[in-house]
């Protein structure tokens, strides 16, 4: 099924990254149900509400480190937004595209 081909290839990706936890894919997973309700656009503009009710992520502390450590390492490109109206974008990078 090709709407399961970017987690598809997001776990294949991950399978000899050691940072990665559980916490990094359910927030992955998370974006990418969001970004498919949106009508698979890219870049998708989230606010952190959004996302902690999809991914069950309920301390904000944590949403914040798994997303810049998932920019971080190279998954998505996040550009947070300081802006409480606008929410903040996030790009999936194709798996190529991922330093390991």
């Known amino acids: 099924m090709e709407t399961l081909k970017p987690l598809s290839d997001f776990f ?10 559980i916490t990094h894919i359910g927030m992955y997973a998370a974006l990418l149900q969001f970004r498919a309700d949106k009508g698979f656009i890219n870049p998708i503009q989230v606010y952190r509400s959004e996302i902690i009710a999809i991914a ?30 606008r929410g903040s974008k996030v790009y999936f990078v194709l798996p190529t595209e991922v330093n390991e």
Do not use: F, M, V
């Open 12 to 21: 294949e990706a991950i399978k000899k990254d050691q940072r990665i936890s």
């Open 56 to 85: 069950k992520i309920y301390s904000p502390k944590t949403y914040h480190k798994c997303i810049r450590q998932l920019n971080e390492y190279g998954y998505i490109k996040y550009e947070p937004s300081r802006n409480r109206k």
